[in-house]
């Protein structure tokens, strides 16, 4: 049987008199990837801001790995398991490929005062590790060429790419990739693609799971064993891919 590793419950979220989210409940269990899939302005990307600590929820309550983290800080979710892409990218344009992933590790050297006086040497074995693990998951995305230009010169689907890398380089047990293919080029989606799977086989007894928002039913159909849809904040139904597809409230949101 496979465990929950996030469990949501009864969310709600209101801008100003919008429903961004409303009682809206999901498990995520471990190994699996998941398609959120709804409308434009459903509330997915409102649910990865709520999971991820990047906004106050009105009610409701977020567990993770038996953990209670409603309300807690994005730092503290970042350092319980939790790594997420956004929408627009957030890389920084003018230093390397290599420096944003190497931004992106947790704990980096020197950011405690302390490992920067007293632990120097510990801090570059950190730091050559980081390195190495950094260039081969660059390696894995095809990057490898590109490691010392500015993240500003990669094309858009190299830093949709890029900011993969930066989210695997957390070694979260949950990813929650926001619309990691949208606008990118074919070739690169299948590279992207093939990045997400391999990232769910790579695991021994850690087992990652992924969320994936995507209006791509092809993309979906590739790497989600299960979907969920989403509209007006609520959940509307969750299931296999074919199910949901199938569910005529489903089309009616996409068709009517
Ligand atoms: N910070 C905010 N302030 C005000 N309204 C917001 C804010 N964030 C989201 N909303 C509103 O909440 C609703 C859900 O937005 P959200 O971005 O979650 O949708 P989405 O499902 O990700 O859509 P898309 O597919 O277009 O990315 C929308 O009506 C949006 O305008
Ligand atoms: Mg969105």
């Keep these: 049987m496979r465990e929950n590793l996030l469990v949501v419950e009864g969310l709600c979220k209101h801008f100003a008199g919008v429903v961004a989210l409303d009682n809206f409940s999901c498990v ?74 190497l931004l992106a590790f947790p704990r980096q050297p020197g950011e405690q005062l302390f490992n920067a006086v007293f632990h120097h040497q510990i801090s570059q074995a950190q730091e050559w590790h980081n390195r190495q693990h950094a260039i081969h998951l660059l390696d894995e995305a095809g990057l490898a060429n590109k490691t010392e230009v500015p993240a500003k010169a990669l094309s858009y689907g190299q830093q949709k790419l890029l900011s993969l890398v930066c989210c695997l380089a957390r070694d979260a047990r949950l990813l929650l990739l926001d619309e990691p293919v949208a606008g990118v080029a074919p070739h690169m989606v299948d590279k992207t693609l093939s990045l997400i799977k391999d990232l769910i086989k790579e695991q021994s007894n850690h087992k990652r799971s992924v969320i994936i928002i995507e209006h791509d039913m092809e993309v979906i159909d590739q790497v989600c064993q299960r979907l969920i849809f989403i509209d007006a904040g609520t959940k509307i139904c969750e299931g296999s891919p074919q199910a949901v597809r199938n569910d005529p409230r489903v089309i009616e949101a996409y068709l009517g």
Excluded: M, W, Y
Aim: charged share 15%; aromatic share 6%; with cysteine.
């Design 28 to 101: 995520i269990t471990g190994g699996e990837i998941v398609g959120l899939i709804g409308p434009n302005g459903a509330g997915k990307t409102t649910l990865f801001n709520a999971i991820t600590g990047f906004l106050s929820l009105d009610h409701g309550t977020i567990r993770f790995q038996g953990e209670d983290l409603t309300h807690q800080s994005p730092a503290k979710i970042a350092s319980c398991g939790i790594a997420r892409t956004f929408q627009r990218l957030r890389l920084i344009g003018q230093i390397s490929v290599l420096d944003n992933v």
